[in-house]
Structure formats: C-alpha cells, structure tokens
C-alpha cells in the first residue's frame, strides 16, 4: 500500500546521502529501472532514498521511476553545486527558488533557454516545501560544521550536462543567463531535470545545495572531504529540521 505521503529524496552522489540511509528505519531495498532504493521510514515519515546518478536524463529517469514505481508524492534534492552568484561562497547553502537548463537552446525555433513546446524557461519550486527546506536550512546553517558558518540564500539554480570548473565557462554561463533576466546563485547537473518531471507529475519539488566550490579553475577544499565532512552532514540535519516542520 502506498503512504498517504511518501518524500523521496534524491542525491548525486552516495557520499551525499550515506548518512540518510544510515538513519533509516523498517528498510526495504528496492531494484527499479537499474536503480537501486531504499524505502522506510525518517522520523516517523514515510521515505524513499535514492541516488540521481549525474545528469539531466539519468535524474530525469530516476525521478520517473520514484513518481511511477515507487509512489513518491513529493520530492527533495541534497547535494553539492558550484556557486556562481554574488556573496555565494564555498561552504554555504543554496535552497532553490527556481530551475533552468543553462544549456537549453532551441533557437531560433524557440528563445533560448526556453524549454520547447513548455513556453516556460524556468520550473518554480513547490512554493510550500521550499518555504519548510528554506526554515530548516537557516535552523541549521546557525549550528556551524567543521568550522564552516554558512549563510543560507535562496535563488535561481542552473543545470546543465557540463561539468563547469574554469573561470571563463562560469561567466559565460551566468552572462547568458542574465542578458535575459535570469540571476543564478549556483550551477549544477540534476536539479532543472528532476523539476520538469515533477511539474509533468504535479509533484512538489524543492532543493538545497551546499556550495562545495566557485565553478572555477580553483580548488580550495578537498571534494570528497568536503562532501563526506560536510555537505552531508548539513544534509542530513536540514533533512531533519524539515521533517520537524512538517
């Protein structure tokens, strides 16, 4: 029998969701669509953990099996991204406002970055659950780990099939974005994918990422350190605090 409410939660990669999946309760492990899920229970609600894999069609495919095979009725995303905004900085936190495909270009037959035959460029986050993920990461950020204090914004989230890491590839991105009214705080590759798919469901969506570097040519924090010590810790507290709010 399907839960009145199950939240699926989804991550790129397994040292983002680890911890979630340690906390689990009454765990069934579950093979949909190649993938593998744990479903159980989080503080008493009904959960499905599942990783995204990297990229818009694997997290298109994952989010798909969740709504169709698994009965998610909503659906948050932990991770990591780069930041790109003003005042963003590494170590901070990211919860999304809306989402849009930084490398959508249909033009001329549609505008760029438009996602065709949608007339829509960005995908809003569900208005509820990104008011109860932006109350629990602020609950958080307060509470600093490993000696980073976050601050906590909320903002557009850019999504892509590329890895962006160098200086000129970060600005060119965000300079597109911008030329047509569109101000991104942090760069990705899931999280505009995992919104379509969920807007086709009517499904709420929300997101939080932990900025892990700048989307530049700089490294100033080990990646796997930083996601093992403590993007995954802030993501299984955020995903505690908002259970709470619920």
């Known amino acids: 029998m399907i839960a009145a409410r199950t939240t699926a939660i989804l991550s790129a990669l397994p040292e983002e969701q680890a911890g979630l999946i340690a906390q689990l309760e009454q765990v069934d492990v579950v093979q949909r669509a190649g993938r593998q899920f744990w479903r159980g229970r989080l503080q008493g609600h009904a959960v499905v953990l599942g ?29 990591v991204a780069g930041g790109v905004g003003p005042g963003v ?72 099939d590329q890895f962006v890491n160098g200086l000129v590839h970060s600005e060119n991105i965000v300079a597109g974005l911008q030329a047509l009214g569109h101000m991104p705080l942090a760069v990705e590759m899931e999280g505009a994918a995992v919104a379509q798919v969920c807007a086709d ?30 993007a995954s810790v802030y993501a299984q507290r955020i995903v505690a605090q908002f259970f709470k709010t619920l």
């Open 89 to 160: 900085r590494v170590g901070d936190v990211v919860v999304g406002s809306g989402y849009v495909q930084h490398d959508m270009d249909a033009s001329p037959l549609f505008p760029r970055y438009e996602i065709p035959l949608y007339g829509r460029t960005v995908f809003p986050g569900d208005e509820a659950l990104t008011a109860h993920l932006l109350q629990a990461a602020t609950a958080v950020a307060a509470h600093p780990v490993a000696g980073w204090s976050p601050a906590v914004h909320h903002g557009l989230i850019a999504s892509g």
């Open 201 to 230: 469901y009517g499904i709420p969506f929300a997101a939080v990422r932990t900025i892990s570097d700048r989307a530049d040519a700089t490294a100033h924090v080990d990646f796997t350190q930083f996601v093992t010590e403590v």
């Open 51 to 79: 990783l995204s894999r990297i990229g818009k069609v694997a997290a298109a495919t994952t989010t798909t099996a969740l709504i169709e095979g698994l009965g998610a009725t909503q659906l948050l995303f932990t991770g």
